[in-house]
């Protein structure tokens, strides 16, 4: 009695024009109570040939309210005809239709609710209405029941473990490109034994010799930490810009993270500078000279 009304959503694949499509199948009643889809045009009292579909999505396919898509199934094919055009991508697909229709056209292993948002009945108070829904949900162990305010903290841990992976992936380019400036360095060295050489026979002290391969090794790896941020802030903000507003509404750069980053390379490349510039310090001078 707590529960004015509950809108369930269940997971499919489909093809549309050949094309394979995320599907959401929800019960239409009551949707636009549970779920502010940020309705465009149409309605989402979905018949049983109707079809709710992101604008975004409609528009670079040419679809309008009315129109008719051809859409094919695991189980049959179906006409289903446009009834409404959102805007908000508040859910896990851009195709929503019926489930009754998701009942007909995919197999009885699929037909599972993955979540459902639920409206408190008039004078129900949030606590009341999640002491309700624990009870009656502690008999399944797999059914969690949140609020909004615990929804969204839970996708904002999921961004944060996402991010956590992208730095530690950072770390990890970092040291594959020390390992590839030492080798650069060590060839360096190699290649211009003879020049080495040669600057100590007219004077190049050892501290010289090693302050030179350390400076080149920083340059090359503040260049290419120059080229790498430039790069990465170009596509970031590109894909953060191809995203939906709904998805994403504010593009933040993280200065802060780019100096730390850009300090980081310089310092890694002092730091692979060393073994190259200990080798080409301890060059003997006439073998140096003579090396072809």
Do not use: C
């Amino acid at each position: 009695p707590e529960v004015e009304q509950i809108t369930t959503f269940r997971q499919g694949r489909m093809l549309v024009g050949g094309q394979g499509k995320s599907v959401q199948a929800v019960q239409p009643t009551g949707l636009a109570k549970v779920v502010n889809l940020d309705l465009r045009e149409g309605t989402t009292d979905l018949p049983p040939d109707g079809l709710l579909v992101q604008d975004e999505v409609a528009a670079g396919l040419g679809l309008g309210l009315g129109d008719t898509v051809e859409v094919q199934f695991p189980v049959g094919t179906a006409t289903l005809r446009v009834t409404g055009l959102f805007h908000a991508a508040v859910t896990r697909s851009n195709w929503l239709v019926t489930q009754d229709l998701f009942e007909q056209h995919f197999p009885p292993d699929v037909q599972l609710d993955g979540f459902g948002g639920i409206a408190l009945a008039p004078g129900v108070s949030q606590k009341q209405g999640g002491d309700a829904l624990a009870a009656a949900t502690a008999a399944y162990p797999d059914v969690k029941v949140q609020d909004r305010a615990q929804f969204q903290k839970q996708q904002q841990d999921q961004i944060d473990r996402t991010a956590v992976i992208v730095n530690v992936l950072l770390l990890f380019s970092l040291f594959i490109a020390m390992l590839g400036i030492v080798i650069t360095m060590m060839l360096a060295v190699f290649e211009r034994t003879r020049e080495l050489g040669l600057l100590r026979a007219v004077g190049q002290l050892r501290r010289q010799t090693r302050t030179m391969i350390r400076v080149e090794s920083t340059v090359v790896s503040l260049f290419g930490a120059v080229l790498g941020i430039a790069l990465g802030l170009v596509f970031g903000v590109a894909i953060a810009k191809a995203l939906p507003e709904s998805v994403m509404s504010t593009v933040a750069i993280p200065y802060g993270q780019v100096v730390a980053t850009f300090i980081g390379a310089g310092l890694a490349g002092v730091v692979a500078g060393i073994i190259p510039a200990w080798r080409g310090a301890r060059l003997k001078v006439l073998d140096a000279i003579s090396y072809e």
